[in-house]
Nanobody, 120 residues
């Protein structure tokens, strides 16, 4: 079983910065892609950013130029650097990882989420 643990959320004023991290553990052979999703109150969960094992990245338009996703493959850890935060970034942020275990089974795992609150 793959476990994902997020950290780094908190309360910040508009214009401030936070860095989220997501650590994966378990019998992991490879993580092909990791991503950050968020869900604001009364909103649908949306993809924020993804990064592949080859370090290709993709961002939703609303965070381009402000957020940076990265990963440390050796540590099975992913980061989301969030700068110039806006109140509309307020949400619970969830980590997702997809890949393969050593027994060749695929996995698709989610973390429990971390709250990010941006005040105006």
């Amino acid at each position: 079983q793959v476990q994902l643990v997020e950290s780094g959320g908190g309360l910040v004023q508009a214009g401030g910065s936070l860095r989220l991290s997501c650590a994966a553990s378990g019998s992991i052979f490879s993580i092909n892609a990791m991503g950050w999703y968020r869900q604001a109150p009364e909103k649908q969960r949306e993809l924020v950013a993804i990064v592949t094992s080859g370090s290709s990245t993709n961002y939703t338009d609303s965070v381009k130029g402000r957020f940076t996703i990265s990963r440390d493959n050796a540590k099975n850890t992913m980061y989301l650097q969030m700068n110039s935060l806006k109140p509309e970034d307020t949400a619970v942020y969830y980590c997702n990882a997809r890949g393969f275990l050593y027994d060749h089974r695929s996995f698709d795992s989610w973390g429990q989420g971390t709250q990010v609150t941006v005040s105006s």
